[in-house]
């Protein structure tokens, strides 16, 4: 009897107060207004970074995909950019800070992965592109559509890459390559418009 009574004050009983302290705290924060705003808002940034650390991954995928199949075309160079979808995603629905990180991110995988001078050209694309489509987006608001601001950072992309490339070799006579890369860019970002729309609602559902 005694054996009894002292493992029914052991184990077992620790875990019954603790089930009731654990339910006497949801219980005061279900009451509390503000720990359930807190609450909410916790969840809220663990969504946020898990759909960031998402778009990461993505932008990874579709720049290996894109590396491993290039376009049978004699210029050199001269890509879809898919990898700009998760960037994009990125700075219109999550942050502008987001946006930055992984277009950031992307460049040092790169660098890691394919050398220096393709992590110059992938960070000099990637930053100025954004840019860019961030400012459209405060000058024009709502008015700009994905299309539009898909183009001019696809064009924006290809210019940073072009800049960088005068810079490292300085001895090519690239301006013959300036209206490829132009034209290239209308198309790249008329592609990356399209599939941002397609995979859109497949994120909203992870969104809060």
Excluded: W
């Excluded at 490339?165 to 132009?182: C, D, R």
């Amino acid at each position: 009897m005694r054996a009894a009574s002292k493992s029914g004050s052991g184990p077992l009983a620790r875990n019954g107060c603790d089930f009731g302290l654990s339910e006497k705290r949801i219980n005061e924060t279900l009451n509390d207004p503000a720990a359930t705003e807190r609450a909410a808002e916790e969840l809220r940034r663990t969504k946020r970074l898990a759909l960031s650390g998402m778009m990461f991954a993505l932008a990874l995928v579709l720049s290996v995909v894109e590396h491993s199949f290039p376009l049978p075309l004699t210029v050199p160079g001269v890509k879809l950019g898919l990898s700009n979808i998760a960037v994009m995603y990125a700075l219109f629905f999550l942050s502008k800070s987001q946006a930055y990180s992984i277009a950031v991110l992307k460049g040092l995988f790169v660098f890691v992965t394919r050398g220096l001078v393709a992590g110059i050209l992938s960070l000099t694309g990637g930053i100025l592109s954004l840019t860019v489509m961030l400012i459209i987006m405060v000058l024009f608001r709502d008015r700009a559509s994905y299309t539009a601001i898909s183009i001019s950072g696809a064009i924006a992309h290809n210019m940073g890459q072009f800049i960088a490339v005068s810079f490292i070799y300085t001895g090519m006579y690239l301006l013959a390559y300036l209206p490829v890369l132009l034209v290239s860019g209308v198309i790249a970002g008329i592609i990356t418009a399209v599939l941002l729309k397609v995979i859109i609602p497949a994120f909203e559902r992870l969104r809060l």
